[in-house]
């Protein structure tokens, strides 16, 4: 039977040490995402055969990368796992190369599939595919980082980036075969087929959203 469990001294250190980090990032990538991102990777170990402790630790890094620039927070994430010396007490060298490429190939907008079984399982399990925390996010991530666009434009950027990404024409993919996201996603697809139903599920979250910073 498989392990599921990662090393203790590497959970400490992870939780101490890492975790705490994400508590400085937006709340599309705060410590709820990615203790999300560690539990759904945690759950394919058994059926992948994969390195748990490696899993664990590819998932913690993840999004490290958002200290700096957005649109390149993977290779930034996998430049700190690399540069990170304190990972060689648990991993050898080829293992951290593993890990550094995982990394950066966790991006859904990747135009090439991860290169090991390591980035498709964080690629996976970064796909926060409920559509209501897809909805949620995207509005979080409008008002955070447009604060300029009143309510109007907020929901063009939004429609346009639900088109963009999770429609049927969207980059996302899923690389990991019968996974539960296959199921969300077309629930998603299927709201965002619906203009108006996919701009009711809008208002209610702006309205949410919004209310929270009164």
Not at 76 to 81: A, K, S, V, Y
């Amino acid at each position: 039977m498989p392990n599921n469990t990662p090393t203790l001294d590497l959970v400490e250190f992870i939780e101490t040490k890492i975790l705490p980090q994400y508590a400085a990032f937006d709340k599309a990538h705060n410590l709820e995402h990615v203790t999300r991102v560690i539990r759904r990777s945690l759950e394919m170990v058994g059926t992948t055969g994969t390195d748990v402790n490696m899993v664990f630790t590819v998932a913690a890094y993840h999004d490290l990368g958002m200290s700096g620039p957005r649109a390149i927070h993977h290779l930034t994430g996998g430049r700190i796992l690399q540069q990170d010396a304190r990972l060689r007490k648990w991993f050898s060298a080829e293992q951290i190369k593993i890990m550094k490429e995982a990394v950066e190939d966790h991006r859904a907008s990747a135009s090439r599939a991860p290169r090991s079984i390591y980035g498709k399982i964080i690629a996976e399990a970064d796909r926060d595919i409920v559509p209501d925390i897809v909805f949620r996010r995207t509005v979080q991530y409008g008002l955070a980082n447009y604060p300029e666009l009143d309510r109007k434009r907020q929901w063009l950027r939004f429609q346009q980036h639900m088109d963009e990404k999770y429609s049927v024409n969207g980059y996302i993919r899923l690389w990991i075969p019968g996974s539960p996201n296959e199921k969300r996603l077309n629930e998603l697809r299927s709201i965002i087929a619906q203009p108006q139903l996919l701009r009711e599920h809008f208002e209610r979250l702006f309205d949410e959203e919004t209310n929270l910073h009164r």
